[in-house]
């Protein structure tokens, strides 16, 4: 299902990217915690100019020469300058940063480096949490969801290593569609919903 959602994510981001950009202009994209392969599906690096540039706490590598990968902080970037991206595109970081400082941190600095952005984030109310995979698991006590993890397999049908699990629970802040747009005042909300319920959300001023 996270596969399906994903792959018509792409499509419609796509629609609207060509909405801003010509197919043959020199496009720049940074991918705030991404990886060259979920790109795979997406026609972006068969352009012609296009550099899609991948930043994370350690170096990716690398194989399609229109990638680059760089060690960076998404909080704090001083390695870009300001509007040096055409697109800043993030999938399922911005929850990762621990604090809701961080994440205002991220977000400030996806504005200010990016021309347009499209950063998407699972829903903290979707009754599934996504990173566990269990019912409710955002709403539980930290210490029984650690025990949960490590001693059963009702997680993804295993047991989670300790130092992950807590990990996990240490890094994990989850957004709902009101922080996303505090957080990115004046984009559009694209929410995926599944059975009428928001799944996830993805600001963007792409539209």
Known sequence: MGAKFRNQRQKDLEDLFFQNFSKSEPIRILDVGGAAYFWDNSSLPALPNIEIVLLNLQEEQILNPKFKSVVGDATNMPEFEENS??????NSVIE?????????????????????????TPNRYFPVEAHYAIPFAQYFPASLLYFLLTKTKLSRLQKWDPKAA???????????????????????????????????ISAHNLA
């Not at 991206?85 to 993030?90: C, H, K």
């Not at 990762?96 to 998407?120: P, S």
């Not at 629970?169 to 984009?187: C, H, K, N, V």
């Open 85 to 90: 991206f055409d697109l800043v595109f993030s």
């Open 166 to 200: 807590q990990q996990y629970l240490d890094e994990i802040r989850l957004l709902d569609q009101t922080e996303m747009q505090a957080l990115f005042p004046g984009s559009n909300m694209y929410l995926e919903k599944f059975m009428g319920m928001i799944k996830s």
């Open 96 to 120: 990762h940063l621990y604090t809701w400082e961080n994440q205002q941190k991220m977000a400030n600095e996806i504005m200010r480096v990016g021309k347009k952005h499209f950063i998407q």
